[in-house]
């Protein structure tokens, strides 16, 4: 008898799966309760500073000397071209004004200029600003450059003594007006391409860079140069009186050279050499208030809340890349208070 042929079972394999833990079966869930969360405190954050403050204008910043302190140094800074659209200075300007505890103001400068007309409006308004806060202290601390439109806003201190501070290495003055002009026609001839426009008059085309400048339309722009800067040796002689009886060195100081910081210190542009600290101290003593019991505040762009999460910068960057309002700009005659000669590309 034969014996029987035992056949092996199959083997069986056994997958345990792993017991889901409690945050991969509700992790999802939680992550959208965090970012939730996250939302509403931006959101209610927006909110209460906007309950505060105005919503769109600057945000305030302690600088330096006391944290503790109710009465405030602000420094209002101008930076950069000074061109329409740009709000920034005109808001800080704003929220000193309605601030009771400013007892002083620090005009940090640090700009090459910029057109003729926002120039004057920013000056205006500072004036403005030190009238309706009853002759508010007003001190100018320059920076690299302030020159030109950048010297003009800084005509604000008026005929207060000793007000204007440069450091060592600032350049300014350049006290001119210029209006860019710029001749494109031979290279259109080379190409084959004429200017070919219908205007009313013979002066309405007065500074296009597709044509030369005629005698006639080059004396209309000088007459326009001209008086806009004796506006500008007005606006210089309101902030240094001195050099009203001085008229040398007043000609010499508006002949549109830029100059050191020790040469505007021999001319009477400036007053002393010195940093912002300086000029914080100076506002203080004319404030008279002790730097122990005041605190100097600044103020920067605001950014949204979901910028500012992002880590966005409180300066508005500029745009990259060709800006087609600068070439246009390169075609419309506009006076400048600037020490460049590119002045349009700046925005």
Known sequence: MSEPILTPLPQQIVIQQPKESAFGRYGKWLLVALAFCIMSIIGLTATYQSYFSDPNGPTEKFHSLSRTATKKIAIIEVSGAIME???????????????????????????????????????????????????????????????????????????????IYAEPTTWTGSIGVIIPHYNFSRSMAMLSIMDDSIASGPMKQMGSPTKPMTKEERAVLQELVDESFAGFKEVVLSGRPKLKEQPETLAKATTGQIFTAGQALELGLVDKLGFIEEAIERVAELAEVSTDNVRCVQFEKRTSPLAALLGASTHTPHTQGFDLRALLDLSTPRPYYLWTVLPSLLE
């Open 85 to 163: 659209g740009d709000e920034f200075v005109k808001q800080q300007i704003d929220r000193v004004k309605e601030d009771d505890n400013v007892v002083g103001v620090v005009l940090r400068v640090n700009s090459p200029g910029g057109t003729v007309t926002y120039s004057d409006y920013l000056l205006h308004h500072l004036r403005e600003l030190r009238k309706e806060k009853d002759n508010l202290p007003l001190v100018v601390s320059m920076g690299s450059v302030a020159a030109s439109g950048g010297y003009y806003v800084s005509m604000a201190v008026g005929d207060q003594p000793q007000s």
